[in-house]
């Protein structure tokens, strides 16, 4: 059901703008929220992969998403699109490009979730996506370093700065090659 952010009070969980109306009072312009659906904690903590591609290619990356709509409609909770300014930051995701990230929450069933993310990274492959360090991924660690052109640079840090490797582990070996 859709709100008048005039006439009533959005739930704790927070409310998601959809539209516009006109306050009666006023007739100025005041938005329509409709409440967001609490979501069972343990949905919560499932995965969100982000996807940032640069944002020229958002409208062909929702047209390859939408390709795929029957298997992402079983195992997908939420998608969000997000407009992300560049950044100087070595390993972000958008570094030095303005992007649309493309944000998934999935159903608690990684047997069936982890093939259709695989799915969308092959969908988004084209558009060159930087996927997010601390989220689910599946892209191999050579299409990683095409697409952070600082890793090289990252990697000779990490090296001079933790000659021990104290600092690696199983995730940056598999990831970064160290």
């Not at 493309?102 to 990684?110: L, N, R, V």
Request: aromatic share 8%; net charge positive.
């Amino acid at each position: 059901m859709v709100h008048c952010c005039c006439r009533t009070r959005a739930p704790q969980s927070g409310p998601r703008r959809v539209a516009g109306c006109l306050h009666p009072a006023t007739r100025r312009a005041r938005p329509v929220v409709r409440p967001a659906p609490a979501l069972p904690a343990r949905v919560q903590a499932q995965c969100r992969p982000r996807t940032p591609l640069p944002a020229a290619h958002a409208v062909p990356a929702w047209h390859a998403l939408d390709d795929i709509k029957d298997r992402l409609a079983p195992v997908l909770q939420i998608c969000e699109i997000r407009a992300v300014a560049a950044d100087n930051l070595w390993l972000s995701t958008c570094y030095h490009q303005d992007s649309a990230a493309f944000h998934f929450t999935w159903i608690a069933d990684p047997a069936a979730v982890l093939p259709v993310v695989g799915l969308v990274e092959r969908q988004l492959a084209a558009f060159t996506p930087r996927p997010h360090w601390g989220k689910v991924f599946t892209t191999p660690s050579e299409a990683l370093h095409a697409r952070y052109e600082r890793l090289p640079d990252f990697l000779d840090l990490m090296r001079r700065f933790d000659p021990p490797g104290k600092f690696r582990n199983a995730y940056t070996a598999r990831h970064l090659g160290a």
